[in-house]
Every structure is written in C-alpha cells, then in structure tokens.
C-alpha cells in the first residue's frame, strides 16, 4: 500500500462554516480527490481551501520553500464553477475539479508568464498554452504558477523573481530543476499534480530529487505551443506526480496534434497513445532492461546503493537486468548540445508574439541587469550566440541525429523494454553549490521518452530517481515499468518538513527537558524541536565538577543501548553551559524520534562518557 496515500477529510466541529472546515489532502491521489467529490464528501473549492492552506503553512512559513510565484486569485471561482457544473452535468473526467500547478514558463491568458525573471514579471501573453488549454478543458483548477530556474536555465532553481526554492527533504539543499518550484510544490502536496518542462533533465532531475515520477515524453508528443523557449530543438513539457496513476491521468489528458508546433505532425496517422490503460501491474514480468553502466561512473557510493536495490527489486519483478556499455558515449554526446545556438533567437521570436513584452531580447535583459547574479555567465554566453544556423550549430544537430539511431539501434537489437540508469548520480547541492551529476543528455539531445521513478532514499534521508529510456512512442510502455515497480513496494516518501496540517494548522515546534546526574556530576538539558525545519535548540548546563574538567558535552548515537559514534558536539573544553542549534539530516531526525540520541558528558575523570541521557520528544 502507498505510504500515507489515504484522502483524510474530517469537519472539526459541528456547526462550523463551509470556510472554517478543514480537508486534508496530504499525499492524496487523484482518483482518491476525485472520489471524494463524487461522493459528496468534499468539493473543488475545498481542495483548493485545503491546498491553500498548506501553501500557507509551508511555502512561505515553516521550512519556506518557496516553490510558488504566485496563487491564481481566481482558484475558487473557477473551482466554484466547476463544482455547478459537477452538480448539474457531470464530471468531464478525471481532471475534474481537481488544482494543478504550473510552472513559470507555461503561457495562461489571465495570469503573467514571466520565465522566473524580473524581465518578464508583467508579461501577460494572449493566450494559453497548448497544455494550459487541455487542462482547463479537463476541468483542471489552475492553482497556481511555480518558480523555476530564471529562464529554465539552470538546475538548482533561483531565479531574479521568484529567488531560492528549496527541497522539501532537506531545506538546505536545492530541489532540481529547472522545475524545481513544481518538484518541491508536488512533493509537498501543494496541489494534485503539476507540469514542468524539460530541456535537459528539467523535469526528471526535480523528479528525482522529490521522490515522484516525472516522464520526459518523445518529442512531438506534446505540443511546445506557449512554452517559454530555451531550445526549441530540446524543449517539451510534461507531468510530475506522486503516483504513476497520476502522471498518466495528466498525460492523457495533454498530449496530442497541435497544428501551432510543426513537431507534434508526428502524431498524424499514428495510433494514439493511452496511458491509464497501458498500466500492467506484471509490466515487469519478463521485460530486458540495460542497466547503462557508463552512468555508473563518477556516482555517490550512496546513490550507487539505492539504485543497486532498485535494480535487484525489478529483478526480483521479473525482469531481465542486463549489464550494458556503450563504448565513447561521452565522445558521442559531446558538441551534441543546441540549446546555446538557440535560446537567444527563439526567446526573440516568443517575445515578438507577446504584445506589450516589457523586453523584447536577451541584449535588453542584459543591458537592464534584469537577472539574477547567479545567471549571470549563462545569460552572457546566451547572448553571444552570432548566428542562428552556424556550421557547429548544424554539426550538434546531426550528432544528435545520430545518437538517437545508435541508441534506438542498441533497444532493438538488444531487445530492450529501456535503458536504465540514476536520473542523478549525485546528491541535491547545498544551496548555492553548483550541482553535479547529471544524465539529462541521452534523452534531451535524441527525443527519445525518459521517465525518473523513485528509487529509495540514501541514508541521510534524500530521494534519489532511477531513469529509464525508451525507443520513439514508447512513453506508455515506460509508465507501466515504472507503475509494476511502484506496486511491489512504496519507494516514495513524503517529505517530513510538510506534515499533515493540524486543526488546519502546521504542528508547532516541542519543547522538553532531559536530566541525568553520576557522583558529583549533573547534567540538565531543555531542548526545542521543530518538525518542520528539523532544527533542533540547546541549552545544556553541567554542575559538580570543575570547569577545567569538563571536556565536551555531545550527542551519541544509541546502537541497541550500546554507545555508538557521536553526532553532534554541543559545548568544547571547559563549558560549564552551552546554548545552540542543530539541523538535524533525514538519519539524524529518524535517530531522534526514535529515541536514539542521548546526551552525554565527557570529563577529565570519565573521558569515556558520563551521565547520559536519552532525548525522548513528547
């Protein structure tokens, strides 16, 4: 069973008003929203209440992640609208009433669409996205719109706009990107679902990095139609959800011809794709995945391990693990990057379609220091980009072409389901560290689909995303791997830093004291915890012995009620008092509510450790 999947909707008190009554939708699903309403039990607007209110606890108060840059003031009314319409006629479907969230560079008529910059923070276009479109025409409430990488530029999310989003699983470090607002919102159950766009990882990486499942999808697949450009030979949008259920509810309701993006005319003649009814919980069942052990090079021992795991659980499914080289790869994909020849030139022809555009350049952003400083080289090197059909320009394009034919050739003559690999090989960057350890190229530079499932959690409590690659169309085929996968176990967890909301109300930090005394010596300790950004306040007092025998006051780690490592060190050499704060990790925070930290003394007399005393939280 999904961990904490289960809808929980509880009125508080008897007699209160529709307003004051309190819906929770922590890690809900959208089958289970959607039931909810079907019943009667729950309404559009009060999900929207519901995620609202969580937006309000935890986005900017509690663990600020900063994932939104702005709510649609609109939300209940339309989810108002909807809810007449439910009443009278029906749900359209599984969308039906149900908030979504968007990232930043998707166009919407009735709200500005500004990339993450400041550039951009008036720019209203004319019309919706293509995606935007379908959404509303499901019957999907636009909650609101995410903050990005400042132009989709980057993987870590700051942006002059919107600043720093953090992740939900650890508020010191970055949640991916360039969707990271969406990855971070998603993951802290801000709304159902919500869609983000990948050039190179921008869906995956935060996909990765907040436990969900995120699908880049075969290029053509989804229109890019109102997509704020950084290549349009890169460039698609897609879902992130929690559930596989939910990535292909989203997906069969945005895919398909457009004739505003000459790349969805693959569609034409084809056989549609459906998602929800490709699922096959047996999907794994006799399927040939490669493991591509190039991209296990350079890998964090720890992300290594989970993906092992992962590995070793699908086989376990059924399937078929095959170890796989590709001789050269990074040979191969090197020079195979369009974005720099691209972004300055499609960015001047989206903004030339937007009436009123306060810039109309990458030169006028430039100029008007409309950015932010950590985009600085990146929008520089943008800008120098001379012509928009160079000779390297058409050299990345036919190296691109080619990888795609060695690797399509590679799935078929090995009789590969996917390629399979970590979406990241290394951890979420501490906020302003420059992240590394992407595998956003194999997908992003040949068109073929990807999908990043989580795959577990490194001992520190940080999600890390397997990926799999698939031939052209296969995007469903991947949906119903990675949902075989998601049956026999929950990989994903929700962020501790979002809890479930309280009479409406985020918990509020514990306070306790611990004591402990050994002959002369006595130790007194208040402590405050706070769940929501797993800091942890001291105020530590040592009596009894001279202080020029007190050696250090710290944390140990209890293994079994034997004294394991120490994990924090509280007050140095001769500290008859010491007052501070810790940020607890994932392993550290589980250690503590556990009941597995315990403060201890060391002194001249007992170098050893003296009058311990485990930390119990109520």
């Known amino acids: ?186 993951a802290a159950s801000f709304a159902a679902v919500g869609w983000g766009s990948d050039t190179c990882g921008s869906i995956r990486i935060p996909a990765a990095f907040g436990s969900l499942y995120g699908l880049r999808p075969t290029q053509g697949l989804v229109s890019r139609d109102g997509i704020i450009p950084l290549s349009h030979t890169q460039d698609i949008g897609g879902p992130l959800a929690r559930t596989v259920v939910d990535l292909a509810i989203a997906l069969d309701a945005t895919i398909g011809y457009d004739p505003a993006d000459p790349a969805t005319s693959v569609l034409q003649g084809r056989e549609p794709l459906h998602f929800q009814a490709a699922l096959d919980a047996g999907a794994l069942q006799g399927a040939r995945l490669g493991v591509l052990e190039n991209y296990f090079t350079d890998t964090d021992p720890e992300v290594d391990s989970v993906i092992r795991a992962a590995l070793d659980s699908m086989r376990s499914l059924g399937a078929e693990i095959v170890p796989l080289r590709i001789p050269g790869l990074d040979s191969l994909l090197a020079g195979s990057r369009a974005v720099d020849f691209e972004t300055k030139f499609d960015l001047i022809d989206y903004l030339a379609r937007v009436p009123g555009a306060p810039v109309r350049s990458v030169a006028e952003i430039l100029e008007k220091g409309l950015y932010h400083s950590a985009l600085e080289e990146r929008v520089r090197r943008i800008e120098r980009a001379s012509e928009g059909d160079s000779l390297e320009y058409r050299k990345a394009l036919a190296k691109q072409a080619m990888i795609r034919d060695i690797l399509v050739s590679i799935l078929e003559h090995q009789r590969l389901d996917a390629l399979v690999y970590p979406t990241m090989r290394q951890k979420p960057a501490l906020i302003g560290e420059r992240q590394t350890g992407s595998t956003c190229q194999l997908a992003a530079h040949t068109g073929l689909p990807a999908l990043s499932a989580p795959a577990g959690f490194t001992p520190d409590g940080l999600p890390v995303g397997i990926e799999l690659l698939g031939k052209p169309f296969s995007d469903a085929r991947l949906l119903a791997l990675a949902y075989s996968f998601e049956r026999a176990g929950p990989q994903r967890r929700p962020p501790t830093t979002t809890p479930p909301l309280v009479n409406g109300r985020a918990p509020e930090p514990k306070s306790f004291t611990v004591s402990a005394s050994g002959g002369a010596l006595s130790t007194s300790a208040s402590f405050r915890f706070d769940p929501l950004t797993d800091r942890l306040e001291y105020d530590v007092r040592v009596r009894g012995v001279p202080a020029d025998q007190i050696e250090a006051v710290a944390l140990r780690r209890m293994d079994d009620s034997a004294p394991g490592p120490l994990t924090h060190r509280l007050s140095p050499p001769g500290a008859e008092r010491a007052r501070g704060v810790i940020e607890l990790n994932g392993a550290e925070r589980s250690l503590f509510l556990e009941g597995r930290l315990a403060l201890v003394v060391f002194t001249t007399a007992q170098p050893a450790g003296a009058a311990l005393a485990l930390l119990r939280v109520p």
């Not at 609208?81 to 930043?104: F, M, N, Q, Y």
């Not at 500004?114 to 008036?122: D, F, R, V």
């Open 1 to 186: 069973m999904r961990h904490c999947a289960v809808l929980w909707v509880s009125i508080l008190l008897a007699g209160q008003s529709l307003a004051q009554q309190q819906v929770e939708v922590f890690e809900a699903s959208i089958p289970e929203l959607q039931q909810a309403m079907s019943s009667g039990r729950v309404t559009s607007v009060e999900l929207v209440e519901a995620y609202l209110a969580r937006i309000a606890a935890y986005d900017r108060a509690g663990p600020q992640l900063n994932s939104l840059i702005r709510v649609n003031p609109r939300a209940r009314e339309e989810a108002a609208a909807l809810d007449r319409e439910r009443a009278r006629s029906g749900p359209r479907g599984p969308l039906h009433g149900i908030p979504v969230i968007l990232k930043d560079n998707f166009d919407t008529y009735d709200l500005p669409t500004t990339a993450g910059s400041i550039a951009l923070a008036s720019s209203k276009p004319p019309d919706d996205a293509f995606v935007v479109r379908k959404l509303r025409e499901a019957g999907a409430v636009i909650l609101g719109k995410a903050n990005m990488h400042e132009l989709a530029a980057g993987i870590t999310t700051v942006s002059s706009l919107g600043g720093q989003t953090r992740n939900p699983y650890d508020p010191r470090r970055c949640p991916g990107g360039s969707s990271g607002g969406t990855g971070a919102a998603i």
